[in-house]
């Protein structure tokens, strides 16, 4: 089975960002990053048990055919993190496949 997500930066403000994000085609879902989030966890300030992905990866709305889980958004956030991480600028527009 093909996965293909697309994501997009819509709004900004201070370290918190939004994101839309879904199915090729049918980004109506929405998840909220705080960039300094990303940053502890670059740098390793969390201890491992005090933060969980669903705290980092706040979803708003679900995007069309996702259930209780929010497996796209956590698709979209690995892309924007990896770039992150290796250029230090978060992905304003991405998509990922498998």
């Given at each position: 089975m093909a996965i293909c997500v697309e994501f997009e930066r819509v709004s900004?403000?201070?370290?918190l960002a939004y994101y839309r994000y879904g199915s090729?085609?049918?980004?109506d879902g929405l998840f909220e990053l705080d960039y300094e989030d990303i940053d502890k966890m670059l740098l390793g300030s969390y201890d491992g048990n005090?933060?969980?992905?669903?705290?980092?990866?706040?979803?708003k709305k679900l995007a069309s055919g996702e259930k209780e889980q929010h497996f796209l958004a956590l698709k979209a956030f690995t892309k924007i993190w990896r770039h992150y991480k290796e250029t230090g600028e978060f992905l304003e527009v991405g998509e990922y496949y498998a």
């Open positions: 900004s403000k201070g370290s090729c085609g049918h980004g005090s933060m969980t992905m669903d705290k980092i990866v706040r979803v």
